[in-house]
Structures are given as structure tokens and as C-alpha cells.
């Protein structure tokens, strides 16, 4: 089977390495045809492994390789494509968005941060098939109240996101 692990926290707030090396710890844990997507943490390879028992397993050779507390997300190229599918909103030129790559139940908890942030008026989120969605005008990912949350140490175990364009990306790829 086909698969992408979203890495956490890579490359940012003084956690660095090279995906090289990233590529190293997988093919060391069995992982084939490993190759790297992107210097924002995208792994893609192949296993005969489910991707709930490769997670555990890739995050501790992760965080023993670089000595620090990796979180990543571990999913199927038929998941990725459903993802792709399911996009809900149509693109606009000045506008990015986003698709969370998170934990159970994790996609209601960033719906209902969505709710309560305040000056989204040109912003959007949704819910398909437990996937959250997220669209905002370019230059204000992080500078609008949903967005400051994606720093949120109490969520660095629940999601990581990405610009729909780099799960294209990934899907293309994978193919």
C-alpha cells in the first residue's frame, strides 16, 4: 500500500532536519520506495502495513533519530484521494485552503474554534467525511484568529495541516 506521513512541526521553532535524513529513519523502519515531498514534512513510501500500526512505530523511530517528540499522521493514497475529492470550496486565486490532517473527533474541536474566532468574514470551514476544511485569503493564514491555533502546543498531538495544493501534490505523486 501507498502512503504519505504528515510530519508535525518540521522545520520550524528550531526543530530541523534534513528530509534526507527523514527518509533514512523510514527506509531503517521497513518503509519502501520512501521519497520526500517538500521540506514541510511530507513522506511519501510504501509498506504492507495499516496506517494506525505505523504511526507508533514511525513517530518513536522519528523522535529516537532527532531526539525530540515527533507527531505525524499516517495516510493511505486512497484516503488522500477521498480528501481531494471531497474538497468543498471552489478556488479562488487569493484565497489558500487548507485541509487538516488530524485525530479522532479532532476535526468537531477545530470547527467549534472556527465558530468562536472572531474577523473570519472572508474565511470558511466545513466538515466532509471527518475532514476539516479551512479557506482564507492569502497573507492572512496566520494572522487571522482560526489560523493563530495552528501553533497550539495542546494540539501538536491532534493535527498538522497543509495547502490543498500540496495534497494534489502528494496524490500525483503517489500515483
Keep these: 500500500m501507498k502512503f504519505c506521513a504528515f510530519l508535525r512541526g518540521v522545520n520550524v521553532n528550531g526543530t530541523s532536519m534534513k528530509m534526507k535524513d527523514v527518509g533514512d529513519v523510514f527506509s531503517n523502519s521497513g518503509m519502501k520506495n520512501v521519497q520526500s515531498l517538500l521540506a514541510s514534512g511530507n ?6 502495513i495499516d496506517a494506525e500500526t505505523l504511526k507508533p512505530i514511525l513517530e518513536t523511530a522519528m523522535s529516537e533519530a532527532f531526539s525530540y517528540d515527533a507527531f505525524l499522521f499516517v495516510r493511505s493514497l486512497e484516503d488522500i484521494e477521498m480528501i481531494v475529492e471531497n474538497m468543498p470550496f471552489e478556488t479562488k486565486e487569493d484565497f ?11 476535526a468537531q474541536e477545530l470547527l467549534i474554534h472556527f465558530e468562536n474566532a472572531k474577523n473570519k468574514d472572508q474565511e470558511a470551514a466545513t466538515i466532509v467525511k471527518d475532514v476539516f476544511y479551512w479557506q482564507t485569503p492569502k497573507g492572512n493564514t496566520l494572522k487571522s484568529d482560526f489560523g493563530k491555533i495552528l501553533g497550539k502546543k495542546n494540539l501538536k498531538d491532534k ?11 502528494i496524490v500525483n505523486k503517489l500515483k
Design 43 to 48: 513522506i511519501l513510501f510504501e509498506s504492507p
Design 96 to 106: 489558500h485552503n487548507y485541509v487538516f490532517i488530524s485525530g479522532k473527533n479532532t
Design 159 to 169: 493535527l498538522t495541516s497543509r495547502n490543498f495544493n500540496t495534497i494534489e501534490k
